[in-house]
């Protein structure tokens, strides 16, 4: 029921959309990855000064890497303080458990939570190593939900346009879910691991229903292949084959991008 209430807003939604976007989603052009990583962390440390006690929402891959380094040098320099934050991971691949070295719970202490001074038992991830799809989805939901959603969700967003692991597909998902991989995606993560038969085929990821829950979006992509996935997220239709495209219907969404990324979007910003 959840779904379909969730589809028909949407499809409404979309009928006005376009009269819309562009009051709804803020873009900010950055000179390159550096100059995009320093901005998302200005927006994050902002949040956190002024909410000391703010859900984030955050992401993993590459894209947020420079993002965390930066946040974590201020954090050097006192200028923020995470110890009453709270953070809630996108995602986790099935399987892993949280000492693997590639799990994103490791990927998240080794490139962030290390190096700053939140309290680990206020960082969450969903746990990869329960092979019951069905719980471990429907716990971390009621984690999240407890929490009141992010007010900061960070996010990436891939070459086919997926947020967090929702995939391109014929609908929106609602809740935390078990997602299979595609090849696309396996092919862009292989490079993290010794071999590509190696990369895990399912994960665990927030839905999209969860995400937009967030009070504001962060979205951060570089590079120019994240060009066309940025064009159709800002001005594609809004259709689940481009997960990010729904974005646009938030009603606080930034989108901080470099010039590669934004190379196929108008330059009105």
Known sequence: MALAIFAVKTFVACQICALVMEDLMKIIRTLNYNDMSRKAANVISAQVILKPNCVLGLA?????????????QWYEKDDIDFSRVSTYNLDEYRGLSHSDVQSYHYFMRKN???HINIDINNTHVPDGSNLDAESACRSYDELVKKAGYPDLQLLGIGRNGHIGFNEPDDHFSCGTHCVDLTESTINANSRLFEHKE???????????QTIMYARMIL???SGEDKADAVYNMCYGAINPNCPASILQLHNNCVVIADEAALSKCPRTI
């Open 60 to 72: 993993t891959g590459t894209t947020p890497i420079g993002t965390y380094n930066q946040l974590a």
């Open 112 to 114: 962030f939570f290390d």
């Open 198 to 208: 190696d990369v895990p085929r399912q994960a665990y990821t927030m839905g999209i």
């Open 219 to 221: 979205i951060i992509a």
